[in-house]
């Protein structure tokens, strides 16, 4: 089974600073991780996907993750928030066989709230 | 790329009655797609997997007698919440992978069922 942490429910920066989103994940098989924002009364949106690959990840938006498996982590970083940046992060970790062929378990999710 | 979508995106219905929620995907075909539940500021569960042509998988704790799922064709899967409560009350999400993009899916934009 695997399971998916995130540290902090809400985190908030300042509007051109760092943001820095941990997640932590436990998996009994090489993991594909996944991080996903979510707007208000919106679907998901893929941000970026590890899948064995390169560890350092980029996706859309300027965000970036790095998969570390010695801290079995997969925080996900910009390097400056935009106001625009405010949602709702989600990490997620795929099932047995991969992304495609099992559903998703989720984290409980971080609310990024950016400060002009 | 690839859309999602779910209808009604949202509905209101009486206690004890039962109400269908369709995902579609709109340019892929999807032998698989995913239900998830969201209650408010919360996380995604996952419910289950629908499967094109073959009984759904339910998740551990998931009446499957109470949530009907009926995957018709290659770009359809039905969600039938049956005799429903106000607990069911909850924000419905499907995702469906897209063939040859493994690790990819796509979420639609979710439901809003309010029972009352």
Known sequence: ?116 | GAVVSQHPSWVICKSGTSVKIECRSLDFQATTMFWYRQFPKQSLMLMATSNEGSKATYEQGVEKDKFLINHASLTLSTLTVTSAHPEDSSFYICSAPQTGRKYEQYFGPGTRLTVT
Request: aromatic share 12%.
């Open chain 1, 1 to 116: 089974a695997q399971s998916v942490t995130q540290l902090g429910s809400h985190v908030s920066v300042s509007e051109g600073a760092l943001v820095l989103l941990r997640c932590n994940y436990s998996s009994s098989v090489p993991p594909y991780l996944f991080w996903y924002v979510q707007y208000p009364n919106q679907g998901l949106q893929l941000l970026l996907k590890y899948t064995s690959a390169a560890t350092l990840v980029k996706g859309i938006n300027g965000f970036e993750a790095e998969f570390k498996k010695s801290e079995t982590s997969f925080h996900l970083t910009k390097p400056s928030a935009h106001m625009s940046d405010a949602a709702e992060y989600f990490c997620a970790v795929s099932g047995i066989s991969g992304g495609g062929a099992d559903g998703l378990t989720f984290g409980k999710g971080t609310h990024l709230i950016i400060q002009p």
